[in-house]
């Protein structure tokens, strides 16, 4: 049985960071491409993805400010977030899946139940 296990959401003020964790378990997690996504309405948005071979992608409106990154002895993918914006304020939530740097939420197979970020003006 598959399972992620998102942490380290919260309230943070504009131009703070918080780095998130996500835990997964029941997969080979070296053979899987990690993913976060967030949801601020009804549709989940591609935030950023981490191949099994260290490539890596985001969406626009985070790059310069988030970085992704996995420790494949500990199965775990991070998403550290830096100079936040309310913009940013969102549910989420990591996702895992063979494709390599899928960025549609369809895609993938496997997810976790979500952490709340929210950033205050």
């Known amino acids: 049985q598959v399972r992620l296990v998102e942490s380290g959401g919260g309230l943070v003020q504009a131009g703070g960071s918080l780095r998130l964790s996500c835990a997964a378990s029941?997969?080979?997690?070296?053979?899987?491409?990690m993913a976060w996504f967030r949801r601020a309405g009804k549709e989940r948005e591609f935030v950023a993805v981490i191949?099994?071979?260290?490539?890596?992608d985001y969406v626009d409106s985070v790059k310069g400010r988030f970085t992704i990154s996995r420790d494949n002895a500990q199965n775990t993918v991070y998403l550290q977030m830096n100079s936040l914006k309310p913009e940013d304020t969102a549910v989420y939530y990591c996702?895992?899946?063979?494709?390599?740097?899928?960025?549609?939420?369809?895609?993938?197979?496997?997810w976790g139940q979500g952490t709340q970020v929210t950033v205050s003006n």
């Open positions: 029941g997969l080979t997690f070296s053979s899987y491409s």
């Open positions: 191949t099994r071979n260290g490539r890596f």
């Open positions: 996702a895992a899946d063979a494709t390599v740097l899928a960025k549609r939420t369809a895609t993938y197979n496997y």
